[in-house]
Nanobody, 120 residues
């Protein structure tokens, strides 16, 4: 069984920084693309950033230049360094990853979500 375990959310003042982490755990053969999505109250879930297994990144326009996605392939972990945070960044942040278990094809997995609140 594969799980994505997130950590690092919390309350931060506008202009502040936070770092989210997400580790893929369980019986894992390979990890493909990983990413972060977010969902604010009353809104649809939206892409924040993705990173391929070779390190190619993609960002939503609203976070480009403020957020940085990275990964540690040895630890099957993806990070989201968030800076210059704004109240509109407030949302539940979800980790996503394509993971294959031994003798299985890649499947799409989601983390449980971690709350990020930007407020003074």
């Amino acid at each position: 069984q594969v799980h994505l375990v997130e950590s690092g959310g919390g309350l931060v003042q506008p202009g502040g920084s936070l770092r989210l982490s997400c580790a893929a755990t369980g019986r894992i053969f390979g990890v493909g693309a990983m990413g972060w999505y977010r969902q604010a109250p009353g809104k649809q879930r939206e892409l924040v950033a993705t990173i391929t297994s070779s390190g190619i990144t993609n960002y939503a326009g609203s976070v480009k230049g403020r957020f940085t996605i990275s990964r540690d392939n040895a630890k099957n972990t993806v990070y989201l360094q968030m800076g210059s945070l704004r109240p509109e960044d407030t949302a539940v942040y979800y980790c996503n990853a394509d993971v294959s278990a031994p003798y299985s094809t890649y499947r799409d997995y989601w983390g449980q979500g971690t709350q990020v609140t930007v407020s003074s």
